[in-house]
Each structure stands twice: as structure tokens, then as C-alpha cells.
């Protein structure tokens, strides 16, 4: 036999969900009016207390009965497939979740569908979430923005050496393509835990670029911010590419904190990809915007020296 006591407060004609306790300890609510109820004196009279106690299945349905009809409600309406009522509200909460021990942020997954296009890790297969939590860059756009750095740089055939800041890493997609293609270090900032460790991670390990690697769990403005007590007073990066999750992120705060960080050098590459509609400069600093590409509803735009602009022609 379970008893349970559950204090109620309440006022004359309002409605109340009253949580009973079975005797198989399973809880039930029942929402119904509370008119002055006590079953001990109470010096507050809006206060009420009702105390259930249960034998059998038989007599919880007669009492549950017996306790809505008290009431002047139909118990057809209140008692049909309690058990679905309660399973619906418990998922609605969340509750269900939390007592069977499962949160929803383990229950993560990835999957191999990315790969990298070039250089010396070619065609290996990169993990990423499944789901829209992380957004890695589309194969074309990424293809497109290394061929014009390559032909910008004045090397078709590979990336100019050099030092790549791959801000909002994500699957670390742009900044591993950047190491397989002839840059000698990348910087990665990566604020999601999990991503950075199921995901970034063990990519940097497979395709055996990890060594050459400096990862920054930290929000990319933060970084931005911090850049001479993070990386100390290195030089400028060589390349920076943006590549946030587009409905997360102000584009005009990040570019006009690289503009006036020493992240940036007069002979910086920037790459930013972007959704349609979204304004933005046409330089950025000392870089002048060297080209912009529209793929559907995503635009790449690539910021750089005066003189690559030209060598680009050229090519």
C-alpha cells in the first residue's frame, strides 16, 4: 500500500493538477476545480490537502471514479488511456529522456560523406555530424575556393606554404584540404566539445595531419580577441578562412574584428562563405575583395593582396 500526501494550493473555482501516487508508484494527474477541500484544520483556507491510499487495481479505479464524480465530472472523460495522456506529456517535458538515463547530447552520431579533393590526402573519407548542428562546407564551394587561392597564389598546382587559421573548423574540412594541398600549420577554433573531440580530431588522426595541428576550443570571437595571448606574436596567417554556421553569427562584427586584429597581414587570403542577401564589404583591412562566386543560396567570397588580384588575371 503506497500513501502519498501532496499540498495543493489554490483558490475557490480555479483548476489544479492534482499528481496522485498508485500503489504500483506511478503517478497520475487530475485536473479538476478545488472547492475549500481539507482533510485536517488548516489556518489557510486556500490551502488544501488530499491523501490517497490504494489496495488494488480494482479499487484505484473506483477511488480515482469515486474522486471525479465528487466533483461533478464525467470519469469517462478524465480516465480514457491515461497511460498515452501521460506518455504524451512526459515527451513534451523531456521527462521520459531523463528517467530512462539518456541525454539527447550523447545520443550524437556521424557519418563519412566528406572526403578531401586534393594534394596528398585525396579522396579520404572525413567524419561529420549527422544532423544540422554543424554545417561543413559543400564540396563545390570548397573546390572552387582552393582553385582560385592556387591560381591567386601564383600556383595552379598547389597552395603557396604557408600558415591557415580556419576559424568555425567545424569536421575541420577547410583546414585539413588546406594541409593536404602544401600548408605547413592550421589553426583550428572549434567551440562544440564533442565536435572537436568525435569529430575534428580523430579526422586531423586519420588523414595524419594532427602533429601539424593547433586546435582552439574557444567562441571565434573570444579567439579573435585573445589572438597574441593564444598564438603569441607569431606573424600574420597566410590564409583565414570563415566559414561560421550562417544564422549564428553577425559577418559584419567577425570581418571587422579581423580587420583590425593582427591576425591579418597585407599578404592574407581570407575565404568567407556566406548566404545570399547578407552584405558585405568590398575589402576588408588592407585586403581588397579579389572575387565573389554564387553557388544556389551561398555565396564564397575571397579577400586578398592587390597583387594576387593581378597574378590571377594573368593565369
Known sequence: MAVSSFPVLSSLGARSNISVLDRDCSLFSLNIPLVNICSRPSTHPSSSTIVCSYKSENSVSE???????????????FLSEPSANRAREMRKSGKD??????????????????????????????LSPIGLDVRPMMEVVKGAAFDI???AGGCPAS???????????????????????????VHFVEMDPWVVSDVLRPN????????DSVIHTIPVENFI?????????DRPFDYISVTPPYIQVDYGVVMEQLSK?????????IVVEYPLKTDMLDSCGCLIQITKRRFGRTVLAIYGPKWAEKEKRKK
Open 63 to 77: 477511488r480515482r471514479k469515486k474522486l471525479l464524480e465528487q466533483y461533478g465530472l464525467d470519469p469517462d472523460e
Open 97 to 126: 529522456k531523463q528517467i530512462s538515463g539518456q541525454d539527447p547530447k550523447f545520443q550524437r552520431k556521424t557519418h563519412k560523406l566528406l572526403k578531401v579533393l586534393g594534394g596528398s590526402a585525396r579522396r579520404m573519407r572525413l
Open 149 to 151: 587561392l592556387q591560381a
Open 159 to 185: 597552395l603557396r606554404p604557408g600558415r591557415w587559421l580556419d576559424l568555425y573548423s567545424g569536421t575541420g574540412s577547410v583546414g585539413i584540404e588546406a594541409m593536404s594541398r602544401g600548408c605547413s600549420e
Open 204 to 211: 586531423l588522426e586519420s588523414t595524419g595531419f594532427f602533429d
Open 225 to 233: 580577441e585573445r589572438a597574441e595571448q593564444l598564438i603569441g606574436n
Open 261 to 269: 586584429s593582427a591576425l591579418v597581414g597585407e599578404d592574407t587570403f
